[in-house]
């Protein structure tokens, strides 16, 4: 069971800027830049409509066994990576397709960080999830200064009931759960919709405009339509641990949107992180109409996953994880997209019980799979 909610937003701003925009020293040496390897489209090929019989899964939870490490060990053949990187895309109108992909150089190897240690499953059944941890280290976010301002701006709502983080003009990065439980897809993909947060107005609590009654600012959501879904192989009937790998979609606007974006990067090793620190915001279904911002270490990483203790509930899927990067053209530090929050995952370590909140890391193939998606070709995503 969760932990009740304690913390809230600080009453002076001047708290959350300074942890939020501290600018952090330079880099004793500058990470290497990654290999972005070429992904081409194969084929498409004509799918049944789907049923969108599933029903969305926000509390996703994962039990981690001894393969969890073996993937991360030991490369996948070519014809694997091939079947996990191939993509489904789902149109505004139900029509479903299945594109497959080419892998035309090998770079996926020298960019990662060393596996994590060997895990296997503990019993579930003497655990308590949690997805709080101490005392909670959330932040709401209020008021037009910082709610509609960069990088909050950049999360938006998701009609499934996730958030999602805006990648480009058009696209908003969100999780694979929400809108595909790994065999169908959910029933609010039928109309899926993305949400944008606008200024507040003045309202009663019960919603009316009044002049007598007391204003309350709320915030209010402008929704756009979703013209096209895509979800990768990789996730689609997948075993949990390794589908959990593939936990993210992307999804395209019906038209462009005028709000500032995030750019997407590959995850860097923790220590490459300004303070070895991530961030990302959503909307926690604990807090109802309120945007939640919190960050904290990563406590470990694997080929595929950022293991942290991220204060999170469900509603949180989809959150866009972010780091402050070091970028060596513009020689500064830039708050860039790692990664999508997925859920939470149990872990044995070294003969011990660990459960963690779990984040997916974009590998230099995932980022090369989402920007084709962002881009339509491969060429421009070897410069990002």
């Known amino acids: 069971m969760f932990q009740q909610a304690k913390a ?11 942890l939020l925009f501290l600018h952090p020293s330079l880099p004793t040496g500058a990470p290497r830049h990654p290999h972005i390897p070429s992904l081409v489209p194969h084929a498409t090929l004509f799918l049944s409509s789907p049923r969108f019989s599933a029903r ?16 991360g060990e030991l490369p996948p053949s070519w014809e694997s990576l091939s079947e996990r990187l191939a993509y489904e895309t789902l149109y505004a109108d139900g029509r479903r397709t299945l594109t497959t992909m080419d892998l035309e150089e090998e770079g996926e190897g020298t960019a990662q960080p060393p596996p994590t240690r060997g895990r296997s499953v503990p019993a579930p059944h003497r655990r308590r999830k949690r997805q709080i941890y101490g005392a909670d280290g959330r932040f709401n976010i209020r008021g037009n200064n910082f709610l509609l301002d960069y990088p909050f701006s950049t999360a938006v709502r998701i009609s499934t009931g996730c958030t999602g983080v805006l990648v480009s ?30 200024p507040p107005s003045n309202t009663t609590r019960t919603g009316r405009p009044s002049s007598s009654a007391r204003p309350v600012k709320t915030a209010a959501v402008r929704w756009v339509r979703v013209k096209r879904t895509r979800v990768p192989k990789g996730w689609i009937q997948g075993p949990q641990e390794i589908s959990m790998d593939f936990d993210y979609s992307l999804l395209e606007l019906r038209w462009p949107h005028k709000q500032p974006y995030m ?12 303070g070895k620190r ?5 909307f926690d279904s604990d807090r109802p109409g309120e945007l939640v911002y919190r960050f904290c270490p990563v406590e470990d990483e694997s080929n595929d996953l950022i293991y942290q203790h991220c204060d999170a509930r469900p509603g949180a899927s989809g959150s866009g994880v972010y780091g402050r990067v070091w970028d060596p053209v513009t020689e500064r530090w830039e708050r860039k997209v790692i990664g999508v929050f997925s859920g939470h995952q149990w872990l044995e370590v070294n003969g011990e019980n660990h459960d ?26 070897q410069q990002d």
């Open 356 to 381: 963690f909140n779990v984040a997916v890391r974009l590998t230099p193939l995932k980022f090369a799979q989402i920007c084709y998606w962002v881009r339509g070709n491969h060429v421009d995503c």
């Open 278 to 282: 991530i961030h990302f915001s959503g």
């Open 263 to 274: 750019r997407l990067s590959v995850a860097p090793s923790a220590k490459d992180l300004a």
């Open 56 to 71: 969305p899964q926000l509390d996703f939870t994962t039990y981690c066994n001894s393969s969890c490490y073996q993937q």
């Open 8 to 18: 809230n937003f600080p009453s002076s701003s001047t708290f959350l800027l300074l």
């Open 169 to 198: 003009e058009s696209h908003v990065l969100t999780a694979a759960h929400c809108v595909h439980d790994g065999k169908d897809y959910v029933k609010g993909a039928r109309k899926l919709r993305v949400g944008f947060l606008v």
